[in-house]
């Protein structure tokens, strides 16, 4: 049980474990936080809401480069009408949700599992287990929800406002015929790739969201394991994104 | 009233280990209805422990931890919980939830256990606020409270579902004077007033001799004495000498176990 002297592998799967555990806890005590929809609205905001210019900036330079770097690649072949295409694709079945993503654990994940975390080291969870209330249903669970609801609508976001910047550059400043560019993109991107975006979104929604609660929860209750758990949260849920996203990429090219 | 049907919380000689470290080594306890108990004792003896054995936090590894005669370890989650709602207990910072003002803190428990019309719920906040002296306070956050301040509104929390015990985790650390009198003449105000057991856990000698009606003294796993608050200070011995009267070496010893000071200082590098 010595978690200290494990070697590598089991300790990750020993994580995976835990968090697996603790998602089937947070879903189990879903059903009676879904009936203080106050709680949750105000975690969409947390999450949601405060996450949005970070996510708005940073779609709209993504776009912008992809604009650049469209052109750039397809002026060689004589095919710049293509911009449209690539910017569309790339962003609605990868980048959009991976940066979104990434973006989200830097900051709504990074932010629920600090304070998750204070709340432990300053008593307040043993507190609510103290007046005989449940810290995962009140604490854990609003803040999960609020995540996973936030995540793909943040995505949407990002990837509308990417677009726009895609065709900022690509059309109103490198010239590209807007007609060419709007038709081109509209043959090449099919109802099932903003359906890949949707899913990845929500996956990710669920995996950053799970990653920070967790943390938060199950951090050592001082500064020092407060301010670990919260890197973890980054490091665990950034690698967790890429990983997924590599799976659910594969998962669609095969069953097209 | 009988002896037994006195006793509200009753710790029989409870053995309790952490890693291996015994912190427990047969402890008997017994705090009775209606009296302030205070358990005192050095940093590090388990007085934190003790309550997390008396609430349910943790589980006595022998022995057996009684409370309103009901044996807490074969508690199921829900009997649990129903028993903690008849505790309240103010923890050493307050713990008070950082995302609500101090009005809504107080209300907290009511709104979670008790389906209560607001203009109600309204009334038993500004009644246990005014006993702390804090209902102008109600909107302020937590964030902008002093920390007795922090500890009144806790005490409010703590009362507002009339518990029968009430439980302090060092009430006193960190306070100023004023602020550790205004403590004092609640924790007795709170007994008297509401008949509430009270248990107070605290290594300050001087508050607890002014309010506690029975106490003990922790040390090394074990009660070394106990009796009223006058009797321990009277006491002849060593552990309790050194304890009441603050006395830097003693049966707990100042210096940390080490090699012999001369050979380590002559004996080079090490």
Not at chain 1, 200 to 216: I, N, P, R, T, W
Request: one cysteine or more; aromatic letters at 8%; a neutral charge.
């Amino acid at each position: 049980m010595n978690s200290a002297t494990d070697s590598l592998p089991v300790a990750a799967l020993r994580r995976i474990g835990a968090m697996t555990l603790f998602l089937v806890q947070v879903l189990a005590r879903t059903g009676p936080a879904l009936l203080r929809p106050g709680l949750i609205v105000r975690q969409i905001y947390n999450a949601g809401a405060r996450s949005l210019v970070i996510i708005m900036l940073s779609g709209m330079f993504v776009g912008m480069v992809l604009g650049l770097l469209g052109f750039d690649v397809f002026q060689r072949f004589g095919s710049e009408d293509y911009v449209g295409v690539l910017a569309a694709l790339g962003n609605l079945k990868v980048l959009g949700p991976v940066l979104t993503a990434l973006l989200f654990a830097g900051r709504a994940g990074t932010a629920l599992t600090s304070e998750i975390g204070l709340m432990k080291s300053t008593e307040q969870l043993t507190a609510m287990q103290m007046m005989a209330v449940d810290p995962v249903r009140y604490v854990v669970v609003p803040r999960f929800l609020g995540g996973f609801i936030a995540m793909p609508l943040l995505a949407a976001t990002f990837t509308v406002i990417a677009l726009y910047g895609a065709q900022l550059i690509g059309v109103q400043q490198m010239g590209v015929d807007p007609g060419a560019y709007w038709s081109q993109t509209q043959n090449a991107v099919d109802l099932r790739d903003v359906w890949e975006g949707v899913v990845k979104s929500l996956v990710f929604g669920v995996a950053v969201s799970l990653v920070a609660v967790y943390e938060g929860f199950h951090a050592v209750p001082t500064p020092e394991g407060v301010g670990l758990a919260t890197t973890r949260t980054v490091v665990t849920s950034s690698v967790l994104v890429l990983l997924l996203n590599y799976l659910l990429t594969a998962a669609f090219l095969t069953t097209h | 009233m009988t002896e037994a049907s006195d006793a509200i919380v009753e710790v029989r000689d409870v053995h309790y280990a952490v890693g291996g470290r015994a912190i427990f080594d047969g402890v008997d306890i017994t705090a009775r209805r209606g009296r302030i108990t205070a358990f005192m004792g050095p940093s590090g003896t388990g007085k934190t422990t003790l309550l997390r054995l008396i609430t349910g936090q943790a589980y006595a590894s022998r022995g057996s931890v009684r409370v309103f005669g009901e044996e807490v370890s074969k508690m199921s989650n829900r009997e649990l919980f129903a028993l903690r709602r008849r505790m309240g207990m103010l923890f050493q910072n307050g713990a008070l939830l950082t995302d609500l003002d101090v009005y809504e803190n107080v209300a907290f428990p009511l709104r979670e256990h008790a389906d209560l019309p607001e203009p109600l719920v309204r009334q038993l906040v500004l009644t246990k606020l005014h006993a702390v002296g804090l209902r102008g306070a109600a909107r302020l956050m937590p964030s902008e409270l002093s920390g007795g301040m922090a500890r009144r509104v806790a005490l409010a929390r703590a009362i507002v579902m009339d518990p029968d015990i009430l439980i302090y985790d060092e009430p006193f650390v960190g306070l100023d004077p004023i602020s550790m009198g205004v403590i004092c003449r609640l924790i007795k105000q709170m007994n008297e007033a509401l008949g509430i057991t009270s248990i107070v856990v605290s290594h300050d000698v001087h508050e607890l001799a002014t309010i506690a009606h029975d106490s003990y003294l922790l040390s090394g796993g074990k009660v070394v004495a106990s009796g009223t608050p006058d009797e321990l200070a009277r006491s002849e011995r060593a552990e309790v000498r050194q304890f009441m009267g603050g006395l830097a070496d003693g049966p707990v010893a100042f210096h940390y176990p080490a090699d012999d000071y001369r050979s380590e200082l002559l004996g080079g590098s090490k």
